[in-house]
T-cell receptor, first 114, second 113 residues
Framework: DVKVTQSSRYLVKRTGEKVFLECVQD?????MFWYRQDPGLGLRLIYF???????EKGDIPEGYSVSREKKERFSLILESASTNQTSMYLC?????????????FGSGTRLTVV | KQEVTQIPAALSVPEGENLVLNCSFT??????LQWFRQDPGKGLTSLLL?????REQTSGRLNASLDKSSGRSTLYIAASQPGDSATYLC????????????FGGGTRVLVKP
């Protein structure tokens, strides 16, 4: 069974901490994505990556960075966590060109910044 | 810019009734359309993927249709069960800019026993 695995289900961090959210996929997908989901705002794209060491800003990149050193792993970094970054974070992956594949999502990381 | 709308935002039905969930999108140049289910506090589970050349997809009690000309997709769930209670999201996928998803706001479904 294909999988996108997010390393933590729940995280509690302090304001100002540097936070790493990890995502690993085992499907050899080229594309990987980070979304955040908030009540009333839906899912919003933070960053995405087409390939190793490639990254593109999404709709709300401020306060975040990403790293993709290996094809299977895409990390989201909160450089200095703030309370407004308390949210559900979802990682996803998909093939670059294959029409028969959709997106596969991870189970999410609920981050609370106190 | 693609916009995806799901109406209604919430739906409550008695067990056994058929569910009809609607999704509309403004740009018909979509690549694929995907339906997801989300349980509270959980990630998204893919239900059905309809490619732009297809008109419908079926999986068990689920059937999704796609009409690109009218900008609509419909998810049908036959003989609903309490376990079908969840939020259902549709998302369009466009080829431009790396197959990014555009999500609708979701329909929250409650199936009452």
């Amino acid at each position: 069974d294909v999988k996108v695995t997010q390393s933590s289900r729940y995280l509690v961090k302090r304001t100002g901490e540097k936070v790493f959210l990890e995502c690993v996929q085992d499907m050899d997908h080229e594309n990987m994505f980070w979304y955040r989901q908030d009540p009333g705002l839906g899912l919003r794209l933070i960053y995405f990556s087409y390939d190793v060491k490639m990254k593109e800003k999404g709709d709300i990149p401020e306060g975040y960075s990403v790293s993709r050193e290996k094809k299977e792993r895409f990390s989201l970094i909160l450089e200095s966590a703030s309370t407004n970054q308390t949210s559900m974070y979802l990682c996803a992956s998909t093939r670059l060109r294959d029409r028969g594949w959709g997106y596969t999502f991870g189970s999410g990381t609920r981050l609370t910044v106190v | 810019k693609q916009e995806v709308t799901q109406i209604p935002a919430a739906l409550s039905v008695p067990e056994g009734e058929n569910l009809v969930l609607n999704c509309s999108f403004t740009d018909s140049a979509i690549y694929n359309l995907q339906w997801f289910r989300q349980d509270p506090g959980k990630g998204l589970t893919s239900l059905l993927l309809i490619q732009s050349s297809q008109r419908e997809q079926t999986s068990g009690r689920l059937n999704a249709s796609l009409d690109k000309s009218s900008g609509r997709s419909t998810l049908y769930i036959a003989a609903s069960q309490p376990g079908d209670s969840a939020t259902y999201l549709c998302a369009s996928i466009r080829w431009a800019a790396g197959n990014k998803l555009t999500f609708g706001g979701g329909t929250r479904v409650l199936v009452k026993p």
